[in-house]
T-cell receptor, first 115, second 111 residues
Framework: EAGVTQFPSHSVIEKGQTVTLRCDPI?????LYWYRRVMGKEIKFLLH????????ESGMPNNRFLAERTGGTYSTLKVQPAELEDSGVYFC?????????????FGEGSWLTVV | GQNIDQPTEMTATEGAIVQINCTYQ??????LFWYQQHAGEAPTFLSY????GLEEKGRFSSFLSRSKGYSYLLLKELQMKDSASYLC????????????FGTGTLLAVQP
């Protein structure tokens, strides 16, 4: 069974440009999460989808970040315009349910460098 | 506030046992996860504790004390491939059940 897959694995863009990250969760997982790790810091929650609906986007840094999950399958996270402080690793994760005991599976991350 | 503490780095010898501690202070608690992450790879699920006590899985065990806000991950018969970052994460209460992470413990296993 395929795990959580993310694309691109690495991206280098200039300040002011736009980048779109894609995540394909494990098939059948209704819950999809985006997390981010900036250099030297812990992994932090960005937002949570249940199917195509945003359940919680309290961790989104600002309105330059837009996440979508049309059709409740894959998700995209767009950063527009990118700033230097957006550099980091963006992780996508999925789980079948939200109750205790539901494991959350992570992708390898998309490394974003803004120069 | 939300606070999860774990040592930044640890070193251990191949074949030995190592214990990685994690203390937490969170507004809600719905279980504690341990993940292993090799450089450039996905965090990989190791264990989950929601009740007090010890959970054993092969060479890996994890312990939880909710009253003390404390957990540890125990790795036995260390192998070189166990060199990795170990992430402690608390699952929050609420509809999202999001994970709150510590900064991770980088474990170096030496011959």
């Amino acid at each position: 069974e395929a795990g959580v897959t993310q694309f691109p694995s690495h991206s280098v863009i200039e300040k002011g440009q736009t980048v779109t990250l894609r995540c394909d969760p494990i098939s059948g997982h209704d819950n999809l999460y985006w997390y981010r790790r900036v250099m030297g810091k812990e992994i932090k929650f960005l937002l949570h989808f249940v199917k195509e609906s945003k359940q919680d986007e309290s961790g989104m840094p600002n309105n330059r970040f837009l996440a979508e999950r049309t059709g409740g399958t894959y998700s995209t996270l767009k950063v527009q315009p990118a700033e230097l402080e957006d550099s980091g690793v963006y992780f996508c994760a999925s789980s079948p349910g939200r109750g205790a005991g539901n494991t959350i599976y992570f992708g390898e991350g998309s490394w974003l460098t803004v120069v | 506030g939300q606070n999860i503490d774990q040592p930044t780095e640890m070193t251990a010898t191949e074949g030995a046992i190592v214990q990685i501690n994690c203390t937490y202070q969170t507004s809600g608690f719905n279980g504690l996860f341990w993940y292993q992450q090799h450089a450039g790879e996905a965090p990989t699920f190791l264990s989950y504790n929601v009740l007090d006590g010890l959970e054993e899985k092969g060479r890996f065990s994890s312990f939880l004390s909710r009253s003390k806000g404390y957990s540890y991950l125990l790795l036995k018969e260390l192998q070189m491939k166990d060199s990795a970052s170990y992430l402690c994460a608390v699952r929050d209460l609420g509809a999202t059940n999001k994970l709150i992470f510590g900064t991770g413990t980088l474990l170096a296993v030496q011959p």
